[in-house]
């Protein structure tokens, strides 16, 4: 379908929209003179505001002229002069596709590539383009890969996609707002009715009768029901619209295999699928592990750091690279199916160009490491660019050093409950003076059903190991307050307690166990842990 006709269909479905709301508007009018002339009586007139209530949801949709514009992504626009290698490229690139370039370029910090256009009279107009650019897809990909990636994007511009997107959105966003409108008076009904009977019944219960109960069954109906009929329409949009959409991706896969060929095409797209799982993970677990302690990594390193996860994980990242998604992630998802579209890629003729040598798409930066600092000061927030910035050791040692002490505030709880020291020294003192004080402290431990329903001996052996796991606790705490372990920082896995010697772990499961036996010693953890 040319872009014509993209354009057409684009405008007959958002007049629809237009064209639903005069239609139940004049329902509602014929209802109304109905009403009037063939009834008489207070019931008319309160019929007639219903309906005029129901009709200022549909006309603050019909008014709604223009659409809501979003926030961009946070990022900092590079110029030529800043970034010549990186424009060169994108030019290139857009020559080759046979579009115009953008006019700026923006760099994001997320897994990512996006164009936009501020197109104007229906997007028969051009008008400014931009490309956003993530800095952390740079540094999973190489520069073949990046090409595949960014002729993608170009070949949005070559077919007016991005000029079409405003119309599109328009109608989404109008009828996303009125369906609101129809549920926010649905529930504001509900909410109203439900103070109403609970008022009622406090006034009963005061006068020592039995409350009725609350019962909002068939408030604001409605409201629901107009807003079935848009939800209806907005199927049916959504999904006329999401058929064109996806035609554009997979024209635009097309544009991706021209310019930078079959292979680097296919395994960009493979490479997307990783990347975001790995970036996701990396900013949860690595990136803002120290926030709650005030922490940040160094400079740079905050979206910098995702260069040494994808280096150390590398069998998990194959992985991903095979598993591919087999179903969109939404019915109105605009993307085919990746699985779909590596396959199409993957099936057309050899090029030739497989096995291209490559550098890594970072390198067509002027200063990577400059262009990763400063986009830390356009997307993080300013309590976040105010906390302290360490090494990545510190940060994984500090951190984990509090959170694991804040972990242990439901053992201490439990230990002061039973009259014992918050410390491990005191907690022996404590086990020394009454031995019985272990197992009322585990007990006070969350437990299954069936721990919390034997007796005897057998709710010892359920409580044990729970102790043992509180009592190692507080040994790692202990040790990481005198400095004698340290949590070490690992990019290959989860981060782990080094202890002070070599042996020591060896060592410290029999000191456990001799403390949660029935005949309980505590000399050998002492010497352990506690000894100088």
């Known amino acids: 379908m040319g872009a014509s006709l993209r354009a057409l269909r684009a405008l007959v479905l958002l007049a629809g929209f237009y064209l639903l709301g005069v239609f139940l508007l004049a329902a509602l009018a014929g209802a109304d003179y109905a009403l009037v002339t063939g009834l008489h009586g207070p019931i008319v007139f309160k019929l007639v505001i219903v309906s005029v209530v129901l009709a200022v949801p549909i006309v603050r949709g019909l008014f709604m002229l223009r659409t809501p514009e979003g926030e961009p992504p946070a990022g900092i626009t590079v110029s030529e002069a800043r ?7 994108v030019r290139d690139i857009a020559q080759q596709v046979g579009t115009r370039a953008p006019d700026e370029i923006v760099l994001i910090d997320e897994v990512n590539a996006a164009v936009s256009e501020d197109a104007k009279l229906l997007g028969l107009r051009p008008g400014t383009r931009r490309l956003y650019l993530g800095l952390p897809l740079m540094t999973g990909l190489d520069e073949m ?3 595949a990636v960014l002729a993608h994007e170009m070949g949005h511009y070559a077919n007016f996609d991005t000029r079409l997107t405003p119309l599109i959105a328009r109608g989404r966003a109008q009828l996303i707002r009125t369906i609101g ?3 926010e008076r649905a529930d504001g009904k509900v909410a109203k009715e439900r103070a109403k009977q609970e008022k009622r019944d406090e006034k009963r219960i005061a006068k020592g009768k039995k409350a009725k109960g609350v019962d909002t069954t068939g408030e604001g109906a409605m409201y629901r029901a107009m807003a079935k009929i848009y939800m209806a329409y907005g199927n049916f949009y959504m999904r006329a619209t999401r058929s064109t959409s996806r035609r554009q991706e997979l024209a635009a896969d097309l544009a991706s295999v021209r310019v930078a060929g079959r292979d ?13 799982s790995a970036h996701g993970f990396y900013m949860s677990s690595y990136a803002t592990l120290g926030v709650g302690a005030g922490l940040l990594p160094r400079p740079g390193q905050v979206f910098g750091g995702l260069s040494r996860l994808l280096d150390a994980r590398s069998d998990d990242l ?5 598993e591919l998604s087999t179903e969109p992630t939404s019915p109105y998802d605009s993307h085919p199916a990746l699985a779909e579209r590596v396959a199409r890629i993957e099936a057309l003729p050899d090029d030739g160009r497989a096995g291209q040598a490559a550098r890594p798409a970072l390198e067509l930066l002027a200063d990577a490491d400059a262009a990763l600092i400063a986009l830390e000061q356009a997307a993080l927030t300013p309590e976040a660019l105010a906390l302290k910035r360490v090494d990545w050791e510190d940060l994984v040692h500090e951190s984990m050093t509090l959170y694991v002490d804040q972990g242990a505030e439901e053992i201490r709880e439990a230990c002061a409950a039973e009259g014992a020291g918050p410390g491990l020294a005191e907690l022996l003192d404590a086990f020394d003076a009454d031995p019985a004080v272990r197992w009322r402290i585990a007990d006070r431990f969350p437990k299954s059903e069936e721990a919390a329903a034997a007796t005897g001996r057998a709710a010892r052996e359920f409580v044990r190991p729970v102790l043992r796991r509180a009592l190692n606790q507080l040994v790692g705490i202990e040790l990481a307050a005198r400095g004698a372990a340290r949590w070490q920082l690992s990019w290959s896995e989860s981060a782990a307690l080094v202890y002070p010697a070599e042996g020591f772990e060896e060592q410290l499961g029999p000191a456990l166990d001799a403390v949660v036996s029935d005949q309980p010693d505590t000399e050998s953890l002492r010497k352990l842990v506690l000894a100088p």
């Open 264 to 276: 680097s095409a296919a395994s960009a797209l493979r490479e997307l699928n990783a990347l975001d």
């Open 145 to 147: 890969q990046l090409r």
């Open 181 to 183: 409108h129809f549920h």
């Open 318 to 322: 194959d992985e991903l690279r095979r």
């Open 83 to 89: 970034e010549p290698l990186l424009w060169q490229t």
